[in-house]
């Protein structure tokens, strides 16, 4: 057992795991951040996505000791002061899910992409998205999701434009 | 024997026959429930239920059960208590809505209460596409007698007509004099129950202004945000986690085990019975490794693998190779005779079985992921010879199910571990043991037998199923005299149950491509073939609205493009779906285009049907094109999202859904039926450009 300081959602946790232990096990159990959900436990599914340091991850198959140093962003850190992200807005007003299981590691992908391309096609979309699986089926919906997600940060951007 | 008689039964090949009983005391319910007003239902609807749910009641009078309460507090909160429960199908949104409607409350002060086996009445489980339709009615029957009774009790206080008086937005009115309650204000203090028997009239759906409504996923912010509790995120206090060491096989005895490597790691605690044997650790990560440090030895007879299973299927369900139609068949100008197949496959749900268990003074409390918690309750009885009282199971909104989740083995197994370690325990199956230790959707062959005569009239039909069930065996068209018959194989070599759509996805595929053979062998428009041979308006309608939409014949087919179109009706739900397909080079399949026509009755809420038929043209797709369990000497070998692919985004790029909403028909459900015209039409679509007949699913292996 290792003794971890992880910056989790803008806050230094203190946390013991073992040499290998996935970081999605330390979320989940040891620091109670159960948004982060386990699929596959083999990094095919992408709903254990994180971000660290804002690149899509698959927790499921990152040692938590690896991470000490980086900045992780869950489900649970995206809301800010009780507003909503764009990507989390855009999926509720899409209705982008059924079970919703898989919605955690969709809208932190989705996240990820439109913070690297704000204004991706469809194609972009699908690109980026195809490593997480939606079982339910929802595929066409979470792609107009990203897509309003986009158009609400070019809406936020052209309204900051204008002053 | 006749398929009707067999139905019920086979469509639960994994509900064995267990006696269930209903323990619930109504006078303890009513006494936690505070003042207010309480309505429950006694009908004939969930009696039906019981008996579809495989129950037998050995020649007893069968009981009077409740179906379903409503609660209305002094705050003019309104709780329903039901059985169903919600696994992504989205009924904890559309059941309230049914309640809203008839109550004429506000949508927003509608709790459901699902699934707890301590506070809701019994329920056979949620299966069967049976919610709408038959808890729907329930609900709003007693959500209806709730708001006469809140008029009545509001019309003595007042002194007033009854007729007189308006119940909206959950206040009593009288308009003569302009005084009004908020339904709390007219139960405070007192205590008004009722039990409701019968069918009074509800409110036609052309009038409804809550139901029928695109409402929004209830709480659907929790989803977003990672906050809502799925059975696999239930923590207790000194919660363990736990780990199955697993057999090698199907059907092994265990030979030997040494555990003696896990029993010396810190905090590890192993416990066996019998073939079980398992560890309790302080977290998952220990668990493992400690489950990995167990060697057991164990026996596994010989199975068979998928290569042998067609054969051996065919000559285990009793094939005599006979027609019943020769007769007709002799007589007709053009004869078919052909065989379909389609394979194992999973149902994969992403959040795996999951189940929290805690005994507290030998009361056993578990959390768990199932379409059936009285029926993992009774599971739970039985495994550790518990009285019912001793035994609550709750269902937190689950990671879905698709019928894959009946089954209780993940909180018995659970259960058993928290039992030993005298502390609660948490059990998440991994993916390997999902895709192998479940039940799949049973293999099948199809054998489809038809005669047309030269203009396109079928005089002949004849459909056999051989294992994979009845349900949609039966056609929808036109035709004198149709033989259709389900052959059951009692030794199918791995353990086979419900899933959505049941066979009807296996039986439309059969039924709905040699139709198309048939079309093709007289010449005839694939379409105008169909609606030739078709009366049922219904079927009718959804095949002209998906065709219109489509462009159905527009285009032609070419070598590099074509176009299918399949159709049919199941659990009061009818489907037709055109496909377009584009053949790439090496014959790559790409399914490039889905547009389904959908009607079942008056729609209760269409984003949430429209996300349900969506959502089963997508499940459809795997099936249709690659989905398939491989297995030998009873193991599964792609027990991997890596090696067992499912449909995914680029799988899925333009799918369209029209909605048809029939006001003047009942609400049927919705969950299943929207799957099973995919596979028809994408391999007719297939044929249309290639040539090549494809009768077997899944249609197209992986190129890796």
């Given amino acids: 057992m290792a003794e971890l300081k992880l910056n989790v959602n803008g806050r230094v946790r203190q946390v013991q795991a073992a040499q290998d232990e996935p970081l999605l096990w330390v979320l989940r159990n040891k620091l109670g951040l159960t948004g982060t959900k386990y699929g596959c436990g083999e990094g095919q599914c992408g709903a254990c996505t994180v971000l660290l340091d804002g690149r899509p991850t698959r927790s499921c198959l990152t040692p938590a000791v690896a991470v000490a140093g980086a900045k992780i962003t869950t489900i649970e850190g995206l809301e800010q002061n009780g507003r909503l992200s764009p990507v989390q807005e855009a999926f509720l007003e899409e209705g982008a899910f059924q079970c919703a299981y898989c919605t955690s590691g969709m809208v932190l992908a989705a996240t990820a992409l439109l913070a690297e391309k704000p204004h991706p096609s469809e194609g972009e979309i699908v690109e980026a998205m195809n490593g997480n699986m939606c079982r339910c089926g929802t595929y066409p919906r979470i792609v107009a999701a990203v897509r309003r997600a986009s158009l609400s940060v070019e809406k936020k951007e052209a309204a900051h434009a204008r002053g | ?48 239920e019981a008996q579809e749910s495989g129950r037998r009641f050995g020649g007893h009078a069968l009981p009077q059960e409740v179906s379903a309460w409503i609660h209305i507090d002094a705050d003019g909160k309104v709780t329903v208590f039901t059985g169903k429960v919600e696994i992504g199908q989205n009924i904890r949104t559309s059941l309230a809505q049914s309640v809203a409607e008839e109550l004429r409350a506000p949508f927003d002060s509608i709790t459901m209460v699902m699934g707890d086996t301590d506070l809701v009445p019994w329920d056979a489980g949620t299966f069967g596409s049976r919610t709408t339709p ?39 009115t009288n308009p003569a004099t302009s005084a009004s309650l908020g339904y709390g204000e007219i139960t405070r203090g007192e205590k008004l129950t009722r039990t409701v028997v019968g069918d009074p009239a509800l409110t036609p759906a052309t009038e409804w202004k809550v139901a029928g409504t695109a409402e929004p996923k209830v709480n659907g912010r929790q989803f977003v945000t990672g906050v809502h509790t799925y059975p696999s995120d239930v923590v207790r206090s000194g919660i363990l986690f736990g780990k199955v060491v697993r057999p090698s096989g199907y059907h092994a005895t265990l030979v030997s085990a040494d555990t003696s490597a896990a029993e010396k790691m810190a905090g590890v605690q192993v416990v066996r019975d ?56 002799a007589n007709a100008e053009v004869k078919l005779e052909q065989t379909y197949k389609v394979a194992y496959v999973a149902h994969a749900p992403l959040e795996p079985r999951a189940a929290v268990a805690e005994w507290t003074d030998g009361k056993l409390t578990v959390w768990t992921g199932t ?13 550790f010879r518990l009285s019912p009282e001793q035994v609550r199971v709750l ?36 993916r390997e043991e999902e895709f192998t230790w479940a039940y799949f959707r049973p293999a099948g062959v199809m054998e489809i037998r038809a005669g047309v005569q030269k203009d396109g009239t079928l005089v002949a039909w004849e459909h056999h199923n051989y294992n994979s069930g009845p349900s949609g065996v039966g056609t929808p068209y036109k035709i004198a005299n149709p033989v259709t018959r389900y052959h059951e194989w009692k030794d199918a070599p791995l ?165 048809i909403d029939r006001k003047d028909l009942p609400s049927a459900g919705a969950g299943e039926t929207g799957i099973v015209a995919v596979a028809p039409a994408v391999g007719n679509a297939i044929f249309s450009a290639t040539g090549e007949r494809l009768r077997e699913m899944p249609m197209a292996r992986e190129r890796s």
């Fill in chain 2, 1 to 48: 024997m006749p398929v009707d008689e067999l139905r019920l039964e086979a469509e639960l090949h994994e509900v064995r026959d267990r006696i269930r009983m209903f323990e619930l005391d109504r006078r303890e319910f009513l006494r936690l429930c505070t003042g207010g007003l309480l309505v429950s239902l006694v009908s004939g609807g969930a009696l039906l």
């Fill in chain 2, 134 to 172: 038959t808890m729907g009615p329930q609900l709003r029957t007693m959500a209806m007698n709730a708001r006469e009774m809140l008029v009545e009790a509001a019309a003595e206080r007042w002194k007033a007509d009854p007729a007189k008086l308006v119940a909206e937005d959950g206040r009593v």
């Fill in chain 2, 274 to 329: 019998g073939d079980f044997i398992g560890v309790v650790a302080d977290d998952v990560w220990t668990a493992e490794q400690a489950a990995m440090k167990i060697n057991a030895q164990w026996k596994v007879p010989p199975q068979i693998s998928n290569a042998e299973l067609f054969a051996e299927l065919k000559k285990g369900a009793g094939d005599d190779g006979q027609s019943e139609i020769a007769a007709a068949l």
């Fill in chain 2, 371 to 383: 379409q059936r918690p009285f029926g993992v309750k009774d599971d739970l009885v039985q495994a």
């Fill in chain 2, 395 to 430: 269902m937190p909104d689950m990671g879905s199910g698709y019928g894959g989740k009946h089954t209780g083995e993940c909180a018995v197994e659970a259960a058993r571990l928290a039992k030993a370690a005298g502390k609660p325990v948490k059990l998440i199956w991994t």
């Fill in chain 2, 495 to 659: 353990a086979q149950g419900s899933y959505r759509g049941l066979a009807a996805t296996a039986n439309h595929f059969a039924r709905e491509t040699a139709m198309d053979e048939l079309a093709q062998a007289v010449g005839m428009d694939p379409l105008a073939f169909r609606l030739k041979n078709l009366d049922d308006a219904r079927l009718r309608a959804v095949f002209v609205t998906a065709a219109e939409r489509f462009g159905w014949g527009k285009e032609k087919s070419t070598a590099t493009r074509g176009f299918g179109i399949a159709g049919g009706t199941e659990k009061g739900g009818y489907t037709a779906a055109c496909a377009e397909v584009e053949i790439g080079a090496d014959k790559t399949v790409h399914v490039r285009r889905l547009v389904q026509a959908w009607e079942s009755g008056a729609v209760v809420n269409p984003d949430g049907l429209r996300n349900q038929v969506m959502g089963a043209m997508v499940q459809a797709l795997g099936g249709v094109l690659f989905e398939q369990i491989e297995f030998a000497n009873g193991k599964v070998t792609n027990a991997h999202f890596a090696d067992y692919r499912v449909p995914r985004f680029k799988d899925t790029q333009q799918i369209e859904v029209i909605l």
